[in-house]
Structure formats: C-alpha cells, structure tokens
C-alpha cells in the first residue's frame, strides 16, 4: 500500500503546487487520522450540563441507585419538568415496588497470554511506559533467558510449551509466594492453539527460574514486565472469575426504573492479577437482598451531570 500510494499521491500534489512527499501507509494513514479526530473533537468540545432522574432506593441500612428503564437526557430543568408532568410523576421521597428480579450465574476466563503489542498497551495503561520502554524491558528479560522471545504478534502457545509451563508451574508460584490452587492444567483453545502459532509463540516465562533476590537487581520496570508476564501466564491455570449478576426493576408512580448489581462468587484468577497494580476502575455495584411484589422507601432526584471532555490519545493505544 505505502510503496502505490506514496509516489502517487506525492506526484498528484506537487502537480498541484505543494513540495515535499507524502508517505501513505496502512497503519501511519488511519492512526493520524485517528489523531486529527480527537484534536479536533477537543479543539470545538462545549460543556453543556444535562439532565437525568436518578432513584435512590433504601434497604435496611443500604441505599442504590436506579436509572429510567429507557434511558433518557433532559436538555433543561423545563424539559425535565414536562416530561414529569406529562407522567403524572412527582420527585422527593416515596415508595417504590419491586416488579422483577433477574438472577444469572456469569464466569470470565483469565486474560489471553500477551503478544508484544498487547503487553505494551498493558504497560502503558498500568505503570505509563511507552511501547519502546516496554519492549527494551521484555528484550533485557529475553536476553537473560528469564521470557521467551518478545517481538511476537499471537497470544498462543503450543503444547510444548504448555508441557514446561505445567512442569515449571509450582517454582514460578513461589517466586511471589502464590498461594492460589491452580488446577487447570488442560489445554483449552483460548491459550493453546499450534495453527495459530507461526514464527514464535506468545510472551511468557522460560525455564529459567530467576530468584526474587535476582528480580530485585533489575530496573523497577522489568520487575513490573515479568511479574505481570508470569501472573498473567499463571493466571490460566487458576478458576474463571465468577459472580452474580442481578437485575430488578422497580415502579416509581408511572415510570419504570431499574437497577444492576453483581456479587463475587469466586474471585479466581482475579486474585493473582489484583496483587499487581491495576488502571483505577469504578468498584462494581452491590445490592442488598430484595424481594419481588416488595415495597420500598425511595427518593425520586433529578441530577445535573456534564459530559466528559474527551482525552487525547494516549501512547501505547
């Protein structure tokens, strides 16, 4: 694509009078373009206040939020206004009925093992490193023998790989003294597939086993790499992430609101990438224990809120 479209779009343009070339290419073209967009939704971002109605509910001593069934945004406090008085609807405090509640078991598999781009954008999310910090990192850790080679583009390993990981697994715990009871040791196609695998397969530890005394000589970011290379890489041996998810709608006078909440069952592979600095994340709400055709106190609000001012594209995305 860059060797067509350069000399022909450089040629096209110095016909029209601009000087210079004009490189054209398959990831350099739409990345840019990706840029001006955001500069561009920045340069002319205005903020304007909205509005929205929000139910606070109270259960023994807990109190939840709900949010209108069919999502809507009021432009200003009249519009808001109209549309409760159209209703037939009053805000302030009131009670509420519980109409349904929807219970569902869900379970979330560890990460895939990393590719190099993959890692970087981990790193530059978790500890703010560029991709070329990130790959001179992984690059000291191969030159060491300590991970396997770094400039790979898959996520798979092939089963001999998983043959050493399975064999190596108990020394990689103890190097950070994990506890977690890892028991998946079957090959499952979301980590092992030898079609998928070309050249070299996806970053994960060799089977040289470094000491902790011997990470602790390195610079803070190949501790941070391996750790979170070897934790990720034993992460597929541990439970998927289980919980409950809960769902309940509630009638507030003639509208329909309703609330969503989970509940962990099992952390599972969660609790070896938690120890590991993670982005900063909302906490998952909780509800308390409900009862359908149940009465409750609520306060119906109407709140202000701003869009969020978009942010520029970050390095390493």
């Not at 977690?180 to 695998?197: I, M, P």
């Not at 990438?273 to 509800?287: A, G, Y």
Request: aromatic share 8%; proline share 6%.
């Amino acid at each position: 694509m860059g060797m067509n479209l350069s000399p022909l779009y450089t040629l096209y343009l110095q016909k029209l009078g601009m000087r210079g070339t004009y490189p054209i290419g398959r990831v350099q073209t739409p990345t840019l373009m990706m840029v001006y967009q955001r500069n561009k939704e920045m340069e002319i971002f205005k903020v304007t206040p909205y509005f929205e109605l929000e139910l606070q509910v109270k259960k023994d001593d807990q109190t939840f939020s709900a949010r209108l069934k069919e999502s809507q945004k009021f432009s200003h406090e009249k519009e808001l206004a109209q549309f409760l008085k159209e209703k037939g609807v009053n805000l302030g405090e009131q009670m509420v009925e519980v109409k349904r509640i929807e219970k569902s078991k869900k379970e979330k598999q560890s990460p895939q093992l990393f590719s190099l781009s993959a890692l970087q954008i981990v790193m530059s999310k978790t500890y703010q490193s560029s991709p070329k910090q990130t790959l001179q990192a992984v690059q000291a850790l191969y030159e060491k023998k300590w991970l396997t080679y770094p400039r790979t583009d898959t996520p798979y390993i092939t089963e001999n790989e998983m043959a050493y990981l399975k064999e190596y697994k108990s020394q990689y715990q103890k190097i950070y003294d994990i506890k977690e009871a890892l028991k998946h040791t079957e090959s499952r196609s979301r980590y092992v597939n030898s079609k998928k695998v070309q050249e070299h397969h996806a970053i994960i530890p060799t089977r040289k086993v470094p000491t902790l005394q011997e990470l602790k000589s390195l610079s803070s970011l190949e501790q941070q790499v391996y750790e979170r290379v070897l934790r990720t890489t034993l992460a597929m041996f541990a439970n998927p992430y289980q919980y409950e998810e809960t769902k309940v709608d509630l009638q507030c006078q003639q509208l329909e609101f309703v609330a969503k909440g989970k509940v962990e069952m099992d952390k599972g592979w969660r609790r070896l990438l938690l120890e590991v600095k993670e982005e900063k994340r909302e906490p998952d709400p909780t509800l308390p224990p409900l009862e359908e055709d149940s009465k409750l106190q609520a306060d119906l609000k109407q709140i202000q809120k701003k869009p969020r001012h978009p942010n520029p594209i970050r390095r390493g995305l």
